[in-house]
């Protein structure tokens, strides 16, 4: 056990100490970086920057070359904190936000105001600390460049083969920050038997958010067939979406979260639900009073974000009376209908659930 320790006391020194070393070195190299930009062999080389010709020869990111062309730019003005790097009392990571710093507030910089936060701050707080500083410095121009990240908000939404929807953009600061506000109560781990990572979470959270707990006013055009789970039915056609399950249309239809067209096997419309839930009026308030929340247990999604799910289902013959129905929220529906989850009620009205049973394949017939 002491072994371990005292390997572990001269790891931390060697590592604090190479750290010194490679602080040193991105000095060094942000100076040669500086002063490279001022020439044009990278014109002559063909590059279309300095930047980019440092980006590719050095193997860097656009970020990194900024920076050490940034700290190499702003050293004479820095020496204080130059000399902190030195004596180990700041890291590198310190003065590229103090160099960037310098660049957005221009002649008004002043070192000494800062140098005590870097010593004090790890570089993630002191960039925080500096966004303070640029704002007490220059407000108007503070807020003008939150204006302009604001106005480059984007989002790109395209469909994978697999129907899969794909997101990727970004958002400013602030409504980043309103975006994550609203998911991550959401995202929070639900229940029992929840072993999401929080990037799934996310994502569910960022559906459920979608749907506000409302009924989705979404088409989906089904058979009977489907609708019961028949085998050898076709799936179901939803908007915006590839074929849907039957699973997935029952779990729709059980609280009526789609307007949904039901067909004959001649493909005659033989039933038009409108986008309402199934359970309203008085039932579903009853509902709402006696469980609350979704009944999942250890789940607390509140009534107004559930659905009320029919033990037995209406399409069998399931009626909207209190004992035939129970809250759930979306996920833990879900779970029900499409993940094969059972719920039991006992006696007393307290749920239990079953996992679905995994069967690893058929046993093996003799040779
Ligand atoms: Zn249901
Ligand atoms: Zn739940």
């Known amino acids: ?50 930047y980019d010709w440092i980006r590719i020869n050095c193997h860097l990111t656009s970020n990194t070359v900024s920076d050490r062309v940034s700290v190499g730019e702003r050293m004479s003005e820095l020496p204080q904190s130059v000399q902190a790097v030195q004596e180990r009392q700041i890291g590198f990571a310190h003065l590229a936000v103090m160099a960037r710093t310098a660049d ?5 910089f002043d070192e000494t105001k800062l140098l005590p936060l870097a010593r004090e701050y790890s570089p993630g707080k002191f960039h925080y600390k500096c966004l303070h500083y640029r704002h007490s410095v220059d407000a108007q121009a503070y807020a003008q460049e939150q204006e302009e990240q604001a106005q480059h908000n984007r989002i790109d939404l395209s469909t994978g083969e697999d129907g899969c929807l794909l ?28 072993d999401r990572l929080l990037p799934q979470r996310y994502g569910d959270a960022l559906v459920e958010l979608a749907s506000g707990g409302r009924p989705a006013n979404i088409q989906v055009t089904a058979t009977i067939e489907t609708l019961k789970g028949l085998a050898g039915a076709a799936g179901a056609e939803m908007e915006f979406s590839l074929p849907i399950s039957s699973a997935s249309l029952q779990r729709r239809a059980c609280d009526c979260s789609v307007t949904r067209v039901l067909l004959s096997q001649e ?20 509902l709402n009073a006696r469980d609350g929340h979704c009944r999942w247990p250890g789940c607390e999604r509140p009534a107004s974000w559930c659905d009320g799910h029919h033990i037995v289902h209406w399409i069998e013959g399931g009626t909207n009376e209190p004992n035939n129905l129970v809250l759930l929220c979306r996920r833990h529906h879900r779970m029900v209908h499409e993940g094969g989850w059972q719920l039991v009620k006992c006696d007393d009205g307290q749920i239990i659930t079953l996992a679905p049973t995994i069967t690893f394949g058929l046993p093996r017939a003799p040779d």
Request: hydrophobic share 45%; proline share 4%; aromatic share 4%.
């Open 167 to 194: 997101l990727n953009g970004v958002l400013d600061p602030v409504g980043g920050a309103a975006v994550r506000t609203a998911l991550e109560p959401l995202a929070r781990k639900s229940g029992e038997h929840d």
């Open 1 to 50: 056990m002491l072994q371990m320790v005292d390997r572990g006391a001269l790891l931390a020194q060697q590592l604090i100490e190479n750290q010194r070393q490679v602080d040193l070195l991105l000095l060094e190299q942000s100076r040669l970086a500086a002063e490279f930009v001022q020439t044009d062999f990278w014109d002559w080389e063909g590059s279309a920057t300095p």
């Open 267 to 286: 493909s005659v419309v033989i039933d038009i639900g409108r986008s309402r839930r199934m359970i309203r009026g008085p039932a579903r308030k009853a």
């Open 104 to 108: 957005a507030v221009g002649k008004a």
